[in-house]
């Protein structure tokens, strides 16, 4: 038997006619960025997190530069972070001009330590970015307490973590940013690439809304005035220039530097879709994880170990004790597997000028050394996860 990692043509074809009507509806309204469907898409997933301000944007690296922008992060400041994660984390820090400051993980669920964070705070440290690593919630309420303490902003990295939740707040909802991606992969995923910045804070929330599309026009002269402190004039001057649907005088009009990082609205309209089926696919998930928990418990291997209920699981990550034997096992088998990840950021040859050296994070060291993840998307049969069960089994029993 063939078990793929990931196969995503299967929740394709569940949904194929929602899908492509939804796509067609799109094609024919002539609106294509930013347009209703955008609008009901933020409105829907604000509903759903309990969050005042949604912002889709293009990508989800684009949300944590535009988190970090709108929270006032800036060349020189330092963001707390974890070494054990996908570079975007850090690569949108570093982006921005700030500095990285790494704090280890905790072993059990592979999140940064929030025991370890305070020792790292300077006069220079502006943010803590914790990550929700594989849709299992980092722990906030220490990490809230100590930002509070410092006057610190929080920014959630909850790529992997649309629909987790922590003691009975959805992730994104438990900082004073979250960030998300829409990557295909992910637990609500489109058609390409899509982001999403959520907030309570409505200075930030206008913030965001500029630096996405250039900070022109009326929100960039909004956001001027909170970043700058300033009084920003906006003003199409004298020419008798109106605004159409089509045409908007004041965008000619920019105050700080953005990007264009706008939501197309077919990714919309795809993520509409799927969002009905959201809570469907994170049962799914839970379902396979908790078998995995079940009959792999008794094996010499670490299993992930949560701080609550509310997983969402994007990955299911074991500690192996020799990983490269493992995973050429698991290739005979015919089985796909994940290493995530293979080197830790701090490591990454990009960090190079940060002057880390190899121990100076041992715990996430380990776990990119023994990391495997194993399939748990929510159309994997329940035979092909027996075969996975079993082939693992199997390979400890002469190992």
């Known amino acids: 038997m063939k078990v793929e990692f990931l196969n995503l043509k299967r929740q394709y074809a569940k949904i194929a006619p929602e899908l492509e009507n939804a796509v067609l509806e799109c094609l024919r309204s002539g609106a294509y960025i930013e347009g209703p469907k955008v609008k009901e898409l933020e409105n829907k997933l604000s509903n759903y997190l309990g969050v005042s301000h949604v912002i889709t944007c293009g990508n989800g690296t684009d949300a944590l530069m535009l988190a970090l922008q709108a929270s006032g992060i800036k060349a020189g400041d330092e963001v707390i972070t974890t070494p054990f994660s996908f570079f975007a984390t850090s690569e949108a820090i570093a982006a921005v001009g700030a500095i990285p400051v790494f704090v280890d993980v905790r072993k059990n669920d592979y999140n940064i330590n929030p025991d370890k964070i305070e020792e790292k705070i300077t006069d220079k440290t502006k943010a803590i970015l914790p990550v929700h690593i594989f849709g299992m919630s980092a722990d ?35 900082g004073t940013v979250g960030c998300f991606s829409f990557y295909p992969t992910k637990n609500l995923g489109a058609c390409g690439d899509a982001g999403m910045v959520t907030t309570n804070d409505e200075n930030i929330a206008n913030a965001v809304r500029a630096f996405k599309a250039h900070a022109a026009g009326k929100i960039g002269a909004k956001a001027f005035e909170y970043l700058e402190d300033e009084k920003a004039e906006c003003s199409v001057g004298e020419s008798g220039a109106t605004s ?61 170990s949560c701080i609550n209920e509310g997983e969402c699981w994007h990955q299911y990550a074991i500690m192996v004790p020799d990983r490269e034997k493992f995973v050429q096992h698991m290739c005979k088998c015919e089985i796909g597997t994940g290493a995530f990840y293979p080197v830790p950021l701090h490591l990454q040859k990009a960090f190079k000028g940060l002057k880390y050296k190899k121990g100076d994070y041992p715990v996430a060291e380990w776990l990119c050394e023994h990391s495997v993840c194993l399939p748990v998307f929510p159309e994997l049969t329940e035979e092909e996860q027996d075969y996975v069960i079993e082939s693992i089994v199997k390979y400890f029993e002469v190992n």
């Open 140 to 174: 906030m309420d220490i990490i809230n307490k100590i930002a509070e303490k410092y006057n610190l902003v929080v920014i959630e990295d909850a790529a992997q973590a649309i629909g987790c939740s922590y003691h009975g707040k959805k992730a994104g909802s438990l």
């Open 244 to 304: 159409s649907e089509l045409y908007d005088p004041y965008k000619y009009y920019n105050y700080l530097i953005g990007r264009n990082s706008r939501l197309d609205s077919i990714q919309a309209a795809v993520l509409l879709v799927k969002f009905e089926h959201l809570e469907e696919y994170n049962s799914a998930r839970c379902r396979i994880a908790n078998k995995y928990n079940s009959a792999l418990n008794k094996l010499p291997i670490q299993l992930p």
